[in-house]
């Protein structure tokens, strides 16, 4: 343990304190927060009671749009020669597919009852520049059934013989999208509709891009052109570029179907939306962001949060650091805990080397760099980039970031503070979750009693459900 650390949270008593449950992963712990901590919860969404009966009435009554069964007889050719494209989200998003209470075999029943042949039905996975699936991360996500049943693809966004040219924006992007896609007779999209700190809501038109197209156009997607813009944040469609590319690119590919999902922080639906690209999402989108949005007085001295489930790595975990800038002061502190479960609990290689240049650099650094003429487009470069907005507002000391799955001396490459400076280095625990546990409690303790405050008592903020939730000045 740091030693400075050690002497702020050796003098603390925190028996008086209240607990706070923390997600982590698919787990809780609980910690002690300052009696003062504000804890900031979404609305409660109701969970579906039936959801299996609300994904089959939301089938059967979709929004804007004729019914599956007749979209396909209206195809112009005999049924049984039509090819069906389904497009899935990768283990990144919770979205609820498989099982009976999932929705891709009510799906594929509709499907196949007006006479479509289960053989011309492929599944195509939405990668976007992602790493490929795993046979264990599709049977988790789709189902055994499924995955025994129907045959599943990757998007492979770099394999040009895999894709075909499909649209031109008026941002000036060629697309190249998913050729089994956009040869489908048929072409449905799923998903889940949450906040989203890039193009302001998930699902719908990203299922398209930047989900099925090349590497070029999710570059332009995700470039500082796009994600410096003021109107590509949480919540914001209107004026938002991310969002109206997307969309742009999926209106001229044409959808026929979509079908997705709201859900609450424990990944219990909460809703079922399908039929119109367009109509359908904004209707999903609206009734998501009425329970996502947590209005504020005023920002807080400390903003404790948590990477929940899409915190499966550093770089997935960037989003809850965004959401919760809201709700921090300038030079406030950020203290996050994440269970960065991947196989790579960092990120890809491209990342790592990305984030050590950002390390070096700063955030206003790197940004010089990738608008540099000679500058080449790197994947996964926007991830350190969004870093750098919680990194401007509260700098590098004033990010706490406790994984205890990434070692600690990778750390050297990793913006903020390390929550392996709050345990002992020799010190045993039995589980991932007990050492973050550790991690986040000592962080917490000297966040509350941290020298910025000048031996003042600062505001201290929770955001129990993580990147899921956007706190809102009421101003």
Same mark, same amino acid.
């Given at each position: 343990?740091?030693?400075?650390?050690?002497?702020?949270?050796?003098?603390?008593?925190?028996?008086?304190?209240?607990?706070?449950?923390?997600?982590?992963?698919?787990?809780?712990?609980?910690?002690?927060?300052?009696?003062?901590t504000d804890v900031l919860h979404m609305k409660r969404m109701p969970c579906l009671t039936h959801s299996a009966d609300e994904i089959s009435n939301? $089938?059967?009554?979709?929004?804007?749009?004729?019914? $599956?069964?007749?979209?396909?007889?209206?195809?112009?050719?005999?049924?049984?020669?039509?090819?069906?494209?389904?497009?899935?989200?990768?283990?990144?998003?919770?979205?609820?597919?498989?099982?009976?209470?999932?929705?891709?075999?009510? &799906?594929?029943?509709?499907?196949?009852?007006?006479?479509?042949?289960?053989?011309?039905?492929?599944?195509?996975?939405?990668?976007?520049?992602?790493?490929?699936? @795993?046979?264990?991360?599709?049977?988790?996500?789709?189902?055994?059934?499924?995955?025994?049943?129907?045959?599943?693809?990757?998007?492979?966004?770099?394999?040009?013989?895999?894709?075909?040219?499909?649209?031109? @924006?008026?941002?000036?992007? =060629?697309?190249?999208?998913?050729?089994?896609?956009?040869?489908?007779?048929?072409?449905?999209?799923?998903?889940?509709?949450?906040?989203?700190?890039?193009?302001?809501?998930?699902?719908?038109?990203?299922?398209?891009?930047?989900?099925?197209?090349?590497?070029?156009?999710?570059?332009?997607?995700?470039?500082?052109?796009?994600?410096?813009?003021?109107?590509?944040?949480?919540?914001?469609?209107?004026?938002?570029?991310?969002?109206?590319?997307?969309?742009?690119?999926?209106?001229?590919?044409?959808?026929?179907?979509?079908?997705?999902?709201?859900?609450?922080?424990?990944?219990?639906?909460?809703?079922?939306?399908?039929?119109?690209?367009?109509?359908?999402?904004?209707?999903?989108f609206e009734a998501m962001r009425e329970f996502v949005q947590i209005p504020i007085d005023v920002p807080y001295d400390v903003v404790l949060t948590?990477?929940?489930?899409?915190?499966? =790595?550093?770089?997935?975990?960037?989003?809850?650091?965004?959401?919760?800038?809201?709700?921090?002061?300038?030079?406030?502190?950020?203290?996050?805990?994440?269970?960065?479960?991947?196989?790579?609990?960092?990120?890809?290689?491209?990342?790592?080397? &990305?984030?050590? &240049?950002?390390?070096?650099?700063?955030?206003?650094?790197?940004?010089?760099?990738?608008?540099?003429?000679?500058?080449?487009? @790197?994947?996964?470069?926007?991830?350190?980039?969004?870093?750098?907005?919680?990194?401007?507002?509260?700098?590098?000391?004033?990010?706490?970031?406790?994984?205890?799955?990434?070692?600690?001396?990778?750390?050297?490459?990793?913006?903020?503070?390390?929550?392996?400076?709050f345990i002992e280095k020799d010190q045993d625990f039995g589980s991932m979750k007990e050492k973050a546990a550790a991690m986040f409690q000592n962080?917490?303790?000297?966040?509350?009693?941290?020298?910025?405050?000048?031996?003042?008592?600062?505001?201290?903020?929770?955001?129990?459900?993580?990147?899921?939730?956007?706190?809102?000045?009421?101003?």
């Amino acid at each position: 343990m740091d030693d400075n650390i050690l002497e702020i949270i050796k003098n603390v008593d925190i028996r008086d304190w209240k607990k706070i449950s923390v997600e982590f992963g698919d787990e809780f712990f609980d910690v002690s927060v300052p009696p003062q901590t504000d804890v900031l919860h979404m609305k409660r969404m109701p969970c579906l009671t039936h959801s299996a009966d609300e994904i089959s009435n939301a $089938l059967n009554n979709p929004v804007g749009s004729p019914t $599956l069964p007749e979209i396909i007889q209206s195809k112009g050719k005999p049924v049984d020669e039509l090819n069906v494209c389904v497009t899935v989200s990768d283990i990144t998003r919770p979205a609820p597919y498989s099982g009976e209470n999932g929705i891709l075999l009510p &799906l594929f029943k509709i499907i196949e009852q007006t006479g479509v042949k289960r053989d011309n039905i492929v599944i195509v996975i939405g990668n976007g520049m992602h790493r490929p699936s @795993t046979l264990e991360e599709r049977i988790r996500m789709y189902g055994q059934d499924v995955v025994d049943s129907y045959l599943i693809v990757d998007h492979n966004c770099e394999d040009m013989s895999s894709l075909v040219l499909a649209a031109h @924006t008026k941002r000036g992007t =060629d697309v190249y999208l998913n050729k089994t896609f956009y040869n489908a007779d048929v072409k449905i999209i799923t998903g889940l509709v949450e906040s989203h700190f890039m193009a302001g809501v998930s699902g719908g038109r990203k299922a398209v891009c930047p989900a099925l197209v090349n590497t070029k156009t999710i570059q332009k997607f995700h470039g500082v052109d796009f994600l410096e813009h003021p109107n590509a944040t949480n919540l914001i469609l209107d004026g938002n570029p991310c969002h109206e590319e997307s969309l742009e690119v999926a209106e001229t590919v044409g959808v026929d179907f979509m079908i997705s999902t709201t859900l609450d922080n424990k990944l219990c639906i909460t809703g079922v939306f399908a039929g119109d690209l367009v109509e359908a999402h904004l209707a999903a989108f609206e009734a998501m962001r009425e329970f996502v949005q947590i209005p504020i007085d005023v920002p807080y001295d400390v903003v404790l949060t948590n990477g929940s489930y899409v915190g499966r =790595d550093h770089y997935q975990s960037v989003k809850a650091a965004v959401n919760a800038m809201p709700a921090v002061k300038e030079n406030g502190l950020i203290v996050m805990v994440a269970n960065n479960c991947d196989a790579e609990p960092i990120g890809s290689r491209e990342y790592k080397t &990305l984030l050590h &240049l950002f390390k070096i650099l700063g955030p206003d650094g790197y940004i010089s760099i990738l608008k540099h003429p000679d500058w080449i487009f @790197t994947k996964d470069q926007w991830e350190p980039e969004m870093w750098g907005k919680p990194i401007r507002k509260v700098g590098e000391d004033g990010l706490i970031y406790c994984a205890p799955q990434i070692p600690e001396e990778d750390f050297k490459i990793i913006p903020g503070i390390s929550g392996h400076d709050f345990i002992e280095k020799d010190q045993d625990f039995g589980s991932m979750k007990e050492k973050a546990a550790a991690m986040f409690q000592n962080a917490v303790t000297y966040a509350g009693h941290h020298p910025r405050f000048n031996g003042q008592k600062p505001t201290i903020a929770f955001i129990a459900e993580g990147p899921y939730a956007i706190p809102i000045a009421k101003s």
